[in-house]
């Protein structure tokens, strides 16, 4: 089974207009709720493409509840620890001209909450995948995802993990299956400016040698470069289409490649599903169907 863990979910409020001017008086051409934070994006995506998966998380008030029953009626297991206080948070998407957010804290995660996660984590046994993704609320301790992987190390359950700086670079030393940065956040990892495929590749196997069993990273228009374990380097550009939606390609990507690997067990071609997944999101509004993945798939 495949786990997602989201930290600070959200409700997603996308509204769309002609035009967005601040200090006035704006209205809406359209407007949609979505369910958003990384792990949800990974799950929303797997299970668009057929592959059962638990959510997993935090999540408090009445927001979080519009969150749960929206995953379940998508047909999400979800497993999300109740917190007493606080509200799930609201993140706010303008879409007119250029795209503006305004995103919310979420509520405070104490001691208790965390390890009634870890207890949830305990429960996990080989052959089971995690993916833990995005950034952390400012009450959790630095090292959560370290802690997360050293728990579940020596288990057999591949670990994925999709985060920035020191978040992804010191969870390393515990062979996660898969990272997925993209080549800014691997430039800024190394602190240079990665100017072509050969630096980005020679960025990723240092990240391979430092323990990362996969390294696939997502380049938005100019494609993608994943380096497997098997010290084979494979390049995919991207279909012709028209960005329309810049959130949650990435999260799609990582799921794209999971269901890919799943299906066949084949590298290549989980890159080329995880492509076709991420392209799909960036040309729709929202996060893709199984059949719009499945559509760009052969264009690979």
Known sequence: ??????????????????RFRAGEVNRTASEELQLGGKGINVSTVL????????????LAGFTGRALEDGLQKNGIQTDF??????????????????ETEINGRGPDIGGEALEAMFRKLDRLGEGDVLVVSGSIPATLPSDIYERILARLEGRGIRTVVDATRDLLCNVLPYKPFLIKPNNLELGEIFG??????????????????????NVLVSMAG???????????????????????????AGDSMVAGFLAGWLEKGDYAYAHRLG?????????????????EIRALLNTF
């Not at 630096?199 to 990240?207: F, M, N, S, T, V």
Request: glycine share 12%.
């Open 1 to 18: 089974m495949i786990y997602t863990v989201t930290f600070n979910p959200a409700l997603d409020y996308v509204v769309r207009m002609d």
């Open 275 to 291: 492509a076709a997944a991420g392209s799909a999101t960036a040309f729709s509004d929202g996060l893709a169907t199984g059949e």
């Open 47 to 58: 299970r668009n493409l057929g592959v059962e998966n638990v959510a997993l998380g935090f």
């Open 192 to 213: 240079r400016e990665l100017k072509n495929d050969e630096e980005i590749r020679d960025c990723a196997a240092q990240l391979q040698q430092r323990g990362a069993r």
């Open 222 to 248: 100019d494609g993608s470069l994943l380096l497997d374990e098997t010290g084979a380097c494979h390049r995919l550009g991207v279909p012709k289409g028209k960005v329309l939606n810049s959130v949650g």
């Open 81 to 98: 620890i109740w917190l007493d206080t606080g509200l799930t948070r609201i993140n706010v998407k303008i879409k007119g001209g250029d």
